[in-house]
Each structure stands twice: as C-alpha cells, then as structure tokens.
C-alpha cells in the first residue's frame, strides 16, 4: 500500500472519493456485495473476513485502499472562508466539522498538530464524504494567520455575539479542542460566543462549529456588514 493511502469502507465512501477524483488502488468485497463501478483493481474476500477486520456491528462487505490527494500548497493563501481544527481529539467531532465547513462553502480546512488524522475511519464516517470534497491542510495557527486569513475563535464565555460579529472578508473560524478550548493567549484576531440560556457549560466544539460557519454563511451571503443587535 502506498505510503499516502488508506483504508475506506462501504459503497457511498468508496462513491464519494471515485467522484471526486481520489485514486482509488484497490477494493476488496465480500460474498454477495457489489464493488463500486471503475474503482480500482477488485479482490475477493473470502466469508467472514469482513466481519474481522471492520469496527462496525454491520460492516457493509466492501473496503478500498484510497491513495490521498495532496492539496494545492496555494489554497490557503487563496481561501477567503477556511475552518481550522485546533488540537480536536474526538473523530466523530472532527468529521462532523469537516462536513459542516464543506456544506457551508468553506474552501478549506486546516487541522493544526494534535488534531486525529483526517483519514481515521470514524472521521471518514462523521464526514460523510465532506473529506474528498474540501481540502484539509495541516500547519498552524501561525501559518493560518501568515495566510492573511483573520482568525476568529471560538468561545464559550468571551467575545462578540456570533449573530452580531463581522463574518465578511477572508477569514478563518477556529475552533479549540474539547477540553480546554482554544487557548487564552492564542493568536486570534477576535472572540466570538454563542448565546445559550440552559444550564450546560458550552455547546460540543462540532455542534459550534456548525452554528459559526453557518451564520457566517448567511452573512456573507447578505454582503456587507451585520446588523446591529
């Protein structure tokens, strides 16, 4: 297996990658499943095996190795709307981000060290295929902010009401890890926070970052600045 690919399971998967161009090297199917058109070289699974090897209680019977499409080294300078995973532990709570950014119109994501691997199989799951679709970048905040984006982190208790804040221009959401957040001292341009009246600490980073990109969304669609609340 080549040393940028990877494993991924069931037929929509398979699908979302072949279409949006991602080599497919291989499939490997069980007995009684159909592989996915002009996807790659087929092998036959012998019974059993696929229940073995998968972490699911119903696995679907059909795997492929997927060589990863390394993104343009340009299309951060180039985004205007990027999201960025600060240190996310959970790959259900990153997957779902990815899918959130990609369905909002962000035209990047940038997952900084410390963050799981895109290509962890319960990302791909969470993703629902938003990983072939977006680019995801890895480097810094740093490297986010030397991009020109203007970084706008998340919080839970500081910062502009997200409704209010000023979504237009190039920028980038952050997001902190599960835990702590994002750090205090973290070199974002401005605090965003979501209003919440019950009686939990903060909303999941994933269901945030989902709130965030799309007000952005709405915003820059309006244009212009937003009103006052």
């Known amino acids: 297996m080549e040393e940028n690919a990877f494993v991924v399971e069931g037929a929509l998967l398979i699908a979302e990658a072949r279409h949006a161009g991602w080599r497919i090297e291989s499939q490997f199917v069980a007995p009684g499943e159909q592989p996915v058109d002009a996807a790659g070289a087929l092998y036959?699974?012998?019974?059993?095996?696929?229940?073995?090897?998968?972490?699911?209680?119903?696995?679907?019977?059909?795997?492929?190795?997927?060589?990863r499409n390394a993104p343009d080294p340009s299309v951060l300078e180039a985004a205007d709307f990027a999201v960025v995973a600060d240190r996310i532990s959970e790959p259900g709570n990153l997957g779902t981000m990815i899918r959130s950014a990609e369905a909002a119109g962000a035209e990047v994501v940038v997952v900084t060290p410390g963050t799981v691997d895109e290509t962890n199989p319960k990302v791909l799951r969470a993703s629902a295929g938003a990983v072939f679709n977006v680019p995801v970048v890895a480097t810094?905040?740093?490297?986010?902010?030397?991009?020109?984006?203007?970084?706008?982190?998340?919080?839970?208790?500081?910062?502009?009401?997200?409704?209010a804040a000023n979504w237009n221009g190039r920028i980038a959401i952050v997001a902190g890890n599960e835990a702590t957040g994002l750090d205090e001292e973290s070199i974002?341009?401005?605090?965003?926070?979501?209003?919440?009246?019950?009686?939990?600490?903060?909303?999941?980073?994933?269901?945030?970052?989902?709130?965030?990109?799309?007000?952005?969304?709405?915003?820059?669609?309006?244009?212009?600045?937003?009103?006052?609340?």
């Open 188 to 229: 974002v341009n401005e605090w965003v926070c979501i209003e919440h009246r019950g009686r939990a600490e903060s909303l999941n980073v994933a269901m945030a970052t989902t709130v965030l990109c799309f007000e952005a969304l709405r915003h820059r669609r309006a244009g212009g600045p937003p009103t006052e609340q």
């Open 44 to 67: 036959a699974l012998a019974p059993g095996v696929a229940e073995r090897v998968s972490e699911l209680e119903a696995p679907p019977g059909l795997f492929a190795v997927v060589v």
């Open 140 to 163: 810094t905040l740093d490297g986010v902010a030397s991009a020109g984006l203007r970084l706008i982190g998340s919080s839970a208790h500081r910062g502009t009401v997200h409704t």
